[in-house]
Nanobody, 122 residues
Framework: QMRLVESGGGLVQPGGSLRLSCSASGSIIGINTMGWYRQTPGKQRELVATITTGGTTNYAAPVKGRFTISRDNAKNTVYLQMNGLKPEDTAVYYC????????????????WGQGTQVTVSS
C-alpha cells in the first residue's frame, strides 16, 4: 500500500503565498500521476492541479497563473506553490497519486493523503 503525507498548510493573508509538499512512501512502484485536490464543506472535492512522471501539468481554471505544481521523482514528492492566494482558495487540500503496472499500464489504484487545511483570511 502506498501512503501520502502532506505538509505546509496554514493561515495566510490574501495575496500571500504557501507551499504544500506531499511525499509518497510504502509501495511506490508504478507511481504515476500525482496532484492536488481541494474540498470545502458541503462541496465535492475538486481538481487543483496534476503532474505526470514526465512533467506534463494540468491546472484548474481558477488557479492557473497563480499556482505551480512540480515534483521530484527521485524523492517521490509533489509540491504546490500557491501565490496570490484568495479567500476562495480556503479549503482542505488533498494530495493524490495513482499507481500503474510498469509493463501493462493497468491501474493499481488511487491514493489520497489525509489533507491539510489552507485558510486565506485577513
Amino acid at each position: 500500500q502506498m501512503r501520502l503525507v502532506e505538509s505546509g498548510g496554514g493561515l495566510v493573508q490574501p495575496g500571500g503565498s504557501l507551499r504544500l509538499s506531499c511525499s509518497a512512501s510504502g509501495s511506490i512502484i508504478g507511481i504515476n500521476t500525482m496532484g492536488w485536490y481541494r474540498q470545502t464543506p458541503g462541496k465535492q472535492r475538486e481538481l487543483v492541479a496534476t503532474i505526470t512522471t514526465g512533467g506534463t501539468t494540468n491546472y484548474a481554471a481558477p488557479v492557473k497563473g497563480r499556482f505551480t505544481i512540480s515534483r521530484d521523482n527521485a524523492k517521490n514528492t509533489v509540491y504546490l506553490q500557491m501565490n496570490g492566494l484568495k479567500p476562495e482558495d480556503t479549503a482542505v487540500y488533498y494530495c493524490y497519486a495513482d499507481r500503474i503496472h510498469p509493463y501493462s499500464g493497468s491501474k493499481y489504484g488511487d491514493y489520497w493523503g489525509q489533507g491539510t487545511q489552507v485558510t486565506v483570511s485577513s
